[in-house]
Each structure stands twice: as structure tokens, then as C-alpha cells.
């Protein structure tokens, strides 16, 4: 056990000054109290080395299209960039907030198909993404999040479920409203999501209008 001088007071492990009063301590070192964090530190690094990959990339990217202009006034790396920033917001989000499965695929598949409709609008392929992959990725979550419904005895999955169900049936109203055919693929959502709406409060029953009056402060 070390000792310190000034303080008068024994501290264990091997540190080389008082926590108390910053003087070198004396005496030989005992066993650390604690375990090395060499874990946390081994993630931090990963962390960080894939944070510079990615900022090196946006740099990179934005001065090849706007100093060389190879793409004669056609900036494409703006979107790549902003596909990189949100990817780091939602993995800063991951890491920081307690980790709650259905909410990180929902807000994965919410910003991947946002994301996938402006590049579509870029590269002129919209009509592919909005009416084909969009709905299969929101098809997907909402399997996803029906399937965390039924495991979850904490009730965390339910209003994710129920927010993926009503943004379907509003994505098909506008669509009808404008006067616009939703589509095979839209149309196989809306059935998806009327399933599930039904299988929840068949399964869930009272929780489904609990979890409702809860989240909207009835
Ligand atoms: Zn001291």
C-alpha cells in the first residue's frame, strides 16, 4: 500500500500521486482495486478510427468534386457526405441512449429511406425507390417491430410498431389523395401493417390502447 505524506492517508493500486492532494506518494505499489478498462478503451479507439475513416472520406470526397469539378457542376458528393453524417448521428445515438432494438431498425429504415428517396431524386430513379424499395424497407420494419412486439415484455417495441403502422396508412392516403396509384408493393404494405394492426390488439388486447393514451397524454 502507498502512502502520503501530506494527506496522511494510505491509497491503494499504483498510482504515482495522492488523488487528494497531487504529491508523489511512497511506499510499494498493491494490486490494482479495479480491472483495466482495456475494453472500453480498445471500443473508444474503434470508435474514433472509424469516425476519422469517415470525416477523411467527406473531406476527400468534397475536394475531389468541388476543387477538381470532375463532374462538371454535378455534386454528387453532397449526398454521399450527407449519407456519412447521418450514419455517424444515428451510430453517436446508438452508443449514447440506452439500447432499444425496435427504435434503432425503425430510425435506421426511417433515415436510410429518406436518405434513398433525395439520391433517387439525384440519379433519377425515383419512381424505382418510392414505389419498390421504400415499401420493402418499411415492409421490413414493420415485421421487425411486430416480431419485438411479441417478445418484448416491456412494452418498448409497441409504439414503434403502432408509429410504423400509421405512417403506412398515411403514406397510402396521400397517395390516394393525389390521385396517385400506390402500387403492388405499396399495397402488399398496407395489407402487412392492417395484419399486424389486427394480430397486436388480438395478442396485446388492452396494452395496445394503454401504450396509445400514454403517448399521446390522454
Ligand atoms: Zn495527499
Redesign the pocket.
Same mark, same amino acid.
Given at each position: 500500500m502507498k502512502t !502520503?505524506m @501530506? !494527506?496522511n492517508?494510505s491509497v491503494g493500486g499504483n498510482a504515482d500521486t !495522492?488523488p487528494?492532494?497531487q @504529491?508523489s506518494l511512497t511506499g510499494t505499489a498493491s494490486p490494482n482495486n479495479w480491472p483495466s478498462p482495456t475494453r472500453l478503451r480498445k471500443q473508444a479507439f474503434l470508435y474514433k478510427l472509424q469516425l476519422f475513416i469517415v470525416l477523411a472520406a467527406i473531406v476527400v470526397g468534397l475536394s475531389l468534386d468541388f476543387l477538381l469539378d470532375l463532374n462538371n457542376g454535378r455534386h454528387y458528393s453532397l449526398i454521399f457526405s450527407l449519407w456519412l453524417i447521418i450514419f455517424e448521428l444515428d451510430l453517436w445515438n446508438n452508443i449514447k441512449k440506452v439500447f432499444i432494438i425496435s427504435k434503432t431498425v425503425s430510425l435506421t429504415i426511417l433515415h436510410v429511406s429518406l436518405l434513398l428517396l433525395l439520391t433517387a431524386w439525384y440519379y433519377n430513379f425515383f419512381d424505382i425507390a418510392a414505389f419498390t424499395i421504400v415499401p420493402i424497407l418499411t415492409g421490413t420494419a414493420l415485421l421487425a417491430n411486430m416480431t419485438f412486439a411479441m417478445i418484448d415484455t416491456r412494452e418498448n417495441a409497441m409504439v414503434y410498431l403502432l408509429e410504423n403502422i400509421l405512417i403506412v396508412f398515411i403514406i397510402y392516403a396521400v397517395l390516394k389523395a393525389r390521385h396517385t396509384q400506390p402500387g403492388l408493393v405499396w399495397t402488399i404494405c398496407l395489407m402487412i401493417s392492417l395484419v399486424c394492426l389486427i394480430g397486436i390488439i388480438i395478442f396485446k388486447g388492452r396494452k395496445v390502447s394503454n401504450e396509445i393514451q400514454k403517448r399521446m397524454n390522454f
Open positions: !502520503c @501530506n !494527506c492517508i !495522492c487528494l492532494c @504529491n
